[in-house]
């Protein structure tokens, strides 16, 4: 497969990735509940990427890169750095294409995301909790092994599969007066904002944040880039920092930034999990979270939510600790 | 609205079931998982009642029963003893049909299904938690309101309603090789057996069953009603027993019984959430747990399973408890 030479993003490289995950990503259902309509005033329409495969969105952006590199490029191999969703998607996306992958987690990652790492057949190297540890451990097993980065949202093939999961609801749901997405390295938050602003232009664009990890938020608002301290929040998928890439693509697109307390966010999970019965994970409840809070004006509106993904340890829930 | 007179549903009472509860009923969608059917060996088609309005396939039958009612039968309201779905989904029924709702529930129901049946605006009365004391209470109410009774399962329009979920399925599905529900009261099983009957002559119709509630299994295979005493199952939606009408029905097109121990219900019910990210009630996992516990030949096959509903306690799951 060929490939158009991309650093930022436009639709047409939406395209290009719709095409090329088609054959292995799940076309999500877009699902909708009567008493969260009720209680938000206007109508919600969630895309539930928490049914995509390996339970996230990610995998979309996983699968694109490595479905976009050269064979020469992907003779060694795949690696990444990840506790999380995306170490499952470059996992499960390297099984699919038949190279190997390596992962390099910290040792106190859970025992369930582990497993389901090794279960895709990647080989993992356990690094200590903390970014210079996974740095050097990442860099020392590319040089060991020649495998390929893909970082986890600082690519531009990763931003563009990304982008595919708001083509997909805005093509179901053409008349949408706005689109939420969480917004933790901007990843997700760059693509979706890219097809959007693309298929709907006059669309409200609104990124939603913890205010424990507001950097997206401060960089937005302040127009540079800003690092605060604390990421201690419960949206563990919504610790990282813009890059100066998907920094520059969400301030040209995204209307508005919004933070949610940790209260609200757990407190918008267990709304969900009750009232959709269906299982969302920390992250993916924010932008719902900026909804219940009335910081979006819904009356009469209809809003499109990017449910990013499902994987919980279901034997330590938010609202049992 | 008129109503053709009936005591055991035919095929046509469950059209004029989903025509008459199509104004109010959710179409639930099937979904499928990837991993399950690894681990099945065949295709899982599932049939999300989860999704139902109130939580579970119930709102079906209650639906139609409410709706089937003339004026002068519903001008005193409705009445059933119920600490689960059926409670929740008769008060939600009345409610959309605008008549009173009167529902004996057990003192010790658990908090959430009584707020459940409070926020449709029903009248509850709470009496002892035993069989005994829930009908002296129900004859009190009906004969205090002139209520209309609408039983759980014998009663031959909540039998056609439950059989519309059916009927969705193999309409989207129609060339499924087995359907696999639940049994506990036999309204389901009727309604589904008597649809897919219809409508796949030569499919393969299958109920599941908790060991620890086992009448239906054991009624079926003496070809005699059955009522054992230990219906302590974690499955609380099954621990009720069969109807004469729900015995001769499920006599007379079902294929089998399987029986399935609370462990395999609880690990399947968890694999559901962890593999499927949805959320299912403990009753809700006993016909995949058949499939797991290979007592269905799943090679090469497809089966539809009817998942029945999703309201549990946040707070209190059965692998913590």
Chains 1, 2 share one sequence.
């Not at 699902?31 to 109508?43: H, Q, V």
């Not at 996230?56 to 976009?68: Q, V």
């Amino acid at each position: 497969m060929t490939t158009s030479s991309i650093s930022t993003p436009e639709f047409r490289h939406i395209e290009e990735a719709a095409e090329r995950i088609k054959p292995y990503a799940n076309k999500t259902p877009v699902l909708t509940s009567r008493s969260l309509n009720k209680l938000a005033g206007g109508d919600l329409l969630f895309k539930c990427e928490n049914f995509q495969r390996a339970g996230a969105f990610k995998f979309r952006g996983a699968c694109n890169a490595l479905f976009s590199l050269s064979d020469s490029q992907a003779k060694n191999g795949v690696a990444t750095h990840s506790s999380g969703n995306h170490a499952q998607a470059v996992a499960l996306s390297a099984k699919l294409r038949g190279i190997d992958a390596y992962i390099v987690m910290p040792e106190n990652s859970p025992k369930i995301k582990v497993a389901a790492v090794k279960g895709y057949g990647a080989h993992i190297t356990f690094c200590e909790s903390n970014q210079n540890a996974r740095e050097e451990a990442l860099d020392d097993v590319v040089d060991k092994t020649g495998a390929h980065f893909i970082h986890p949202y600082d690519n531009e093939y990763v931003i563009a599969g990304q982008g595919t999961a708001a083509k997909e609801l805005l093509e179901e749901v053409p008349d949408l007066d706005m689109i939420l997405a969480p917004v933790g390295g901007g990843g997700l938050m760059s693509g979706t904002s890219i097809a959007a602003r693309f298929l709907q232009p006059a669309i409200q664009i609104i990124g939603a944040e913890p205010e424990l990890a507001n950097d997206a938020y401060l960089s937005f608002t302040l127009d540079k880039r800003q690092f605060p301290d604390t990421t201690q929040t419960i949206a563990d998928g919504l610790r990282t920092t813009l890059s100066e890439r998907t920094f520059r693509i969400i301030s040209q697109n995204v209307n508005q930034i919004i933070t949610v307390s940790e209260e609200a966010i757990v407190r918008s999970m267990r709304h969900i999990w009750e009232r959709m019965n269906i299982i969302i994970e920390p992250s993916c409840a924010v932008p719902f979270a900026a909804i219940c809070n009335e910081e979006v004006e819904m009356t009469g509106k209809k809003a499109g939510i990017i449910l990013t993904g499902g994987n919980v340890d279901l034997d330590h829930l938010p609202w049992q600790e």
